[in-house]
């Protein structure tokens, strides 16, 4: 839902007191994919409009038996180790660390959260604060698939189906690779829910609900990965191994 799409004064306002970014990215067993989606996000964090924010990277390793931990913390990024086996509460349990890391107060902070086995465009951070400056207090973003995947036609064609011919695409998705919020608003509905799948909807469903303005916007898509065997069940590779299966099919699946 996007909720006065012109710039609201008290929230504008707010945005131009941020003082830090953080990003969190769950994580488990993702040493092969984790340095390129870490290296891509350092890369958003160094541009022009980031300069006079702080910003700080948090890498959830849940439940993990591989070096991801090892890899997270060779970049710098802080990083949180636990056994919680849910994407909603790695989630939760990273923005909660980052918040108290920052020690600052909610208005002025904004978290940004990607996946493991996503790389962000380097204008991902910075397009989200000018967002953030028009009014908006969360951003909903799109992903996309590499072109070398046999599945990217058909994800874009079933995910775009929504797409006008012309204008802004106010579309229906949500993802958590590619989410941004106020850290105001994020607390104000209570934060991401202990949820196995589906988080990310179940937040942008509250910041709705609860009449915070959300924008959903295709402007600055995030590379994902193609994997239909993914790392929580119901997640987006779920929906790509059924986008596969009812393509064979001749059905039309559900994009999330």
């Known amino acids: 839902m996007n909720i006065e799409p012109a710039t609201h004064p008290a929230v504008a306002a707010e945005a131009a007191t941020l003082e830090a970014v953080a990003v969190v990215i769950p994580a488990h067993d993702e040493e092969a994919l984790l340095p390129a989606a870490l290296e891509a996000v350092r ?4 541009h022009p409009a980031l300069r006079r924010l702080r910003v700080l990277t948090v890498v959830v390793a849940d439940h993990c038996r591989d070096d991801t ?14 056994n919680f086996r849910n994407p909603g509460r790695a989630r939760a349990v990273g923005i909660s660390r980052a918040l108290r890391e920052l ?21 991902w951070l910075a397009h989200q604060l000018a967002r953030a400056r028009e009014g908006w207090e969360a951003v909903v973003g799109t992903v996309m698939l590499p072109h070398t995947s046999p599945l990217a036609d058909r994800l874009r064609t079933r995910y775009e189906a929504t797409r006008p011919p012309h204008g802004e695409w106010y579309h229906p998705h949500v993802h ?22 589906g988080e990310d909807h179940a937040l942008v469903d509250a910041l709705n609900r609860a009449g915070h303005r959300v924008l959903t916007t295709a402007a600055c898509p995030v590379l994902t990965s193609a994997r ?18 009812h393509q064979l099919e001749g059905q039309q699946p559900t994009m999330g």
């Not at 890369?43 to 160094?46: D, K, R, S, V």
């Not at 090892?70 to 990024?77: H, K, M, N, S």
């Open 69 to 82: 931990a090892f890899l997270a913390r060779e970049t710098g990024a802080t990083v949180v180790t636990g």
């Open 43 to 46: 890369t958003a964090t160094l």
């Open 228 to 245: 239909v065997r993914g790392r929580a069940r119901g997640g987006f590779a779920d929906d790509l191994a059924a986008l596969g299966s």
């Open 176 to 197: 958590g690779a590619n989410l941004g919020v106020t850290a105001q608003a994020y607390l104000s509905v209570g934060g991401f829910p202990p949820l196995r799948a």
């Open 103 to 123: 020690d600052l107060p909610a208005p002025r902070a904004w978290i940004a959260t990607t996946d493991a086995d996503s790389e962000v465009p380097p204008d």
